[in-house]
């Protein structure tokens, strides 16, 4: 195990499959439990960018989206694919919690990640729900707001709406509400691999302990939120028995009978039963039911993860939540024939079909100032009322002249929609226009003054939008995207 723990954790990414060209749009039920084709397809996407990249990869057991590298000249967080939100970068350990749910059945889901920032496993939920439905990602902390918020946009997530409040309250807010629910709960991160960001650091017993306390509450509010026939994952990135089995052991006290935590022995290539003692307790034998990943068996940072499946409903005090109108948000719903303007911009311009992409993926557009905002309906139906940091996905700018501009997250997101209005650029032009540059000098292609463009490589591969100028091609790149 220490000769294990010596050794670099090498870094691993999960694909996007909401902006992987290989694999087809479909539909609802059929994206909810994708075909035995998708991580053959998500094989041949990793296959090209280790061929580009000379990677060394091999795959993550308990995900058919994750990727561990473990050689990499070129580091996975230098690329094009990872500007444009193509995969993300997460310690394979954290695929477990997600991949544990299943989705299978519902119509439109509905999630809560109640512990969300910086907004890895809520990606991950969105690529798992298919961006349908709804995850409600909630973060008590203020400062966590603004990784949560880019993460989301970069993933180009439709069905996400970005909350901050006390996660412990959702339980009395919205009791047996939610289908689907995440507790990754904050903890003393002991997980026997430390990183550059999360060195190894003394833990007082104390401070374990107010964790432990901490964590059951959130548990607590977690549970009384999920629907009865719903599942819970509860996870941490500690070994710490008491962060762990002990906190989900004080859940199987608080509402005896009303739960299971399901055997996921099957779930991983090798056993990994939670703890029946610490040494000095023995817990419920239920809690072995759980999964533990020890480094030295996986070749991964310490995890720990439990499924919870409701079977009773349980008692909880119902408070109103906080309320603020829609209205006073500034967002105003499009008129039929406004939409209808948008759509015939995106289809001259860009053969873009607007309409069949709101239905399928159930949204609904509203504006604020020139801003055009796609928000998800399952949103608007059940939260409306809900303070929100952030929801749905900036769909473009209204031009004064009274044309479409659409954003650069929505032009990521959808790249493989926008027929035409792309513009090619050839190889040597690539880091100038990576650093940001505008480029001089280039044939207009045709496309008058003021047109933007979607641009991209010889390979076919998206390189953000441009706008064609009388003397050069304007980089519209978002700055956080330049320059690296």
């Known amino acids: 195990m220490l000769v294990e723990l010596e050794r670099p954790l090498p870094p691993a990414i999960r694909i996007n499959p909401l902006k992987i060209d290989p694999l087809p749009d479909l539909g609802f039920q059929e994206a909810l439990n994708p075909p035995a084709s998708t991580p053959v397809a998500f094989r041949a996407v990793v296959e090209d960018w280790s061929a580009r990249y000379s990677w060394q990869v091999q795959p993550v057991p308990f995900c058919p989206a994750g990727w561990q590298i473990v050689e990499s000249p070129i580091p996975p967080s230098q690329t094009i694919e990872h500007r444009l939100g193509q995969y993300y970068i997460q310690d394979a350990a954290s695929m477990l919690p997600v991949e544990l749910f299943d989705f299978k059945d519902l119509e439109q889901p509905l999630v809560l990640d109640l512990a969300a920032s910086p907004g890895g496993k809520t990606t991950h939920l969105v690529s798992r729900t298919a961006d349908r439905g709804l995850v409600l990602a909630n ?17 180009g997530s439709t069905s996400t709406a970005v909350t901050c409040f006390p996660g412990e309250s959702f339980g009395v807010w919205f009791p047996e509400t939610f289908d689907r629910v995440l507790l990754d709960a904050p903890c003393s991160m002991e997980n026997l691999r430390p990183t550059i960001s999360h060195p190894m650091r003394p833990i007082s017993a104390k401070e374990r302990q107010s964790l432990a306390q901490r964590q059951g509450r959130l548990l607590v509010g977690a549970f009384q939120a999920l629907k009865v026939g719903g599942q819970l994952v509860y996870s941490t990135c500690t070994l710490a028995p008491e962060e762990d089995e002990q906190v989900l052991e004080g859940l199987l006290r608080r509402f005896p009978g009303t739960f299971e935590i399901e055997d996921l022995s099957g779930r991983l290539p ?172 280039l044939p207009t292609r045709g496309y008058p003054p003021g047109r933007m463009v979607i641009v991209e490589d010889s390979a076919g591969r998206l390189l953000g939008r441009g706008r064609v100028l009388a003397d050069r091609l304007k980089n519209l790149l978002p700055r956080r995207l330049a320059g690296f």
Request: charged letters at 20%; proline letters at 7%.
């Open 139 to 155: 973060d008590s902390a203020q400062g966590r707001i603004t990784a949560l918020r880019l993460v989301l946009q970069a993933w």
């Open 270 to 441: 090798h056993p990994a039963p939670g703890l029946s003692s610490d040494g000095s307790r023995t817990f419920d034998p239920a809690v072995t039911r759980s999964a533990r990943l020890w480094p030295h068996r996986f070749g991964t940072s310490g995890f720990f993860a439990a499924l919870v499946n409701k079977k009773e409903q349980v008692e909880a005090p119902a408070l109103p939540a906080p309320f603020r109108s829609l209205a006073k948000t500034g967002l105003q719903a499009l008129a039929s024939r406004q939409v209808n303007f948008l759509a015939a911009q995106l289809r001259d311009d860009f053969g873009f079909e607007l309409v069949p992409l709101l239905e399928t993926q159930r949204l609904s557009l509203w504006s604020r100032g020139q801003q055009i905002y796609a928000l998800p309906e399952l949103f608007l139906k059940r939260f409306s009322g809900l303070p929100f940091q952030a929801v749905g996905l900036l769909a473009g700018e209204t031009a004064p002249e009274g044309g479409f501009n659409p954003s650069h997250e929505w032009v990521a997101r959808f790249a493989s929609r926008f027929k035409s209005g792309r513009y090619p650029l050839s190889e040597e032009l690539l880091p100038a226009w990576l650093r940001g540059e505008d480029l001089r000098g």
